[in-house]
């Protein structure tokens, strides 16, 4: 049994990859799974929160007592993150959102030709940062997948987007991030200072994520 520490706390998760459609029937994503997002969803709500969880396309049942917004591109989940972060306490953003999406979608399916095509593509909103920007007393925790100088550029990163802390991970070590049921954390906070956590399944990260978020809560509410 948890304990009800998280009572009265709304949380809003994002989890999964978005899908960036080029056309009606291609699109351009990534492998995100979405059990990170999941599992801090899931924690989350046993603890006592009233949980939003907002998901790109996944292959994982929908959790119960929490609510579920649907989403598939980034700028979707642009907008139904901002929307639900207005009565907040805590955003955690997992999702694995595209950098980049059609400058202009085809409205139909373009038949194939035997030359070369090219695609252009314009930058997508940075959903956390745009919570940064306007950070009121909110707790923001996001994840960064780095393959060098991880600690470094999850630090720039958290500094950049106002974040209190990333949870750093590589996409190279078996098992973790990307599908796995296990992940290998560096919590990183803006100022460079880390903590290195042992190889914890996701439930487990969730968990140490939500002790960490209740503690910068806490403390900024009493200062
Ligand atoms: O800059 P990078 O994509 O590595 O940062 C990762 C963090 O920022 C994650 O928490 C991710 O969910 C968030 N992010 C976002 N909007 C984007 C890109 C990333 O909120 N367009």
Do not use: C
Not at 163 to 173: G, H
């Amino acid at each position: 049994a948890h304990a009800p520490d998280l009572k009265g706390l709304s949380l809003v998760v994002s989890a999964g990859p978005t899908r960036e459609y080029l056309d009606p029937v291609r699109f351009i994503s990534n492998p995100s799974s979405g059990k990170m997002g999941y599992a801090v969803a899931i924690e989350a709500q046993a603890r006592g929160a009233a949980v939003t969880l907002v998901s790109g396309p996944v292959n994982l049942p929908n959790p119960a007592g929490i609510k579920l917004v649907k989403v598939e591109s980034a700028l979707e989940m642009h907008a139904a993150v901002l929307e639900a972060a207005q009565d907040a306490q805590i955003v955690v953003m997992t999702a694995a959102v595209a950098d980049y999406r059609a400058a202009t979608p085809k409205t139909e399916k373009e038949a194939k030709t035997a030359g070369e095509v090219s695609v252009h593509l314009t930058p997508n909103p940075d959903i956390l940062a745009a919570l940064g920007r306007e950070k009121g007393g909110r707790v923001l925790i996001g994840f960064a997948m780095e393959t060098h100088a991880g600690v470094e550029r999850a630090a720039l990163k958290a500094q950049r987007k106002n974040a209190d802390f990333i949870l750093l991970n590589y996409p190279t070590q078996q098992g973790t991030s990307f599908g796995g049921d296990d992940n290998q954390i560096t919590l990183v906070r803006p100022n460079g200072s880390f903590e290195e956590w042992p190889r914890l399944s996701k439930r487990e990260v969730a968990a140490r994520l939500l002790n960490e978020a209740l503690q910068v809560y806490m403390q900024h509410s009493t200062a």
